[in-house]
């Protein structure tokens, strides 16, 4: 399976920002998506979750401020992400984990967000 993500960027504390995820590849299909957030010298950490159908989770920072959704048809996941702060700053990773049980990983995006 592989993933591609686009999105991210600069904007300022406040502000807008929403991050894509396509997989492709996996032929069993796919079954939990997600994006998760490393910022420098941290740990990777959850930020939201999303089941095939629909259920999600939020990491406690973030609730109220991003949505994670999905298109199953077109194997994509998103993270619209408000009300921006500069913790928010980070590479974004997006996670599927495939039917059959394989976890795979998306080559990150920087969000970055000024104060």
């Known amino acids: 399976v592989q993933l591609v993500e686009s999105g991210g960027g600069l904007v300022q504390a406040g502000g807008s920002l929403s991050v894509t995820c396509v997989a492709s590849?996996?032929?069993?299909?796919?079954?939990?998506m997600g994006w998760y957030r490393q910022a420098p010298g941290k740990q990777r950490d959850l930020v939201a979750t999303i089941t095939s159908g629909g259920s999600t989770k939020y990491a406690d920072s973030v609730k109220g401020r991003f949505t994670i959704s999905r298109d199953n048809a077109k194997n994509t996941v998103y993270l619209q992400m408000n009300s921006l702060k500069a913790e928010d700053t980070a590479v974004y990773y997006c996670?599927?984990?495939?039917?059959?049980?394989?976890?795979?990983w998306g080559q990150g995006t920087q969000v970055t967000v000024s104060s």
């Open positions: 996670n599927v984990l495939s039917a059959m049980g394989s976890l795979y």
């Open positions: 590849g996996s032929k069993f299909g796919i079954s939990d």
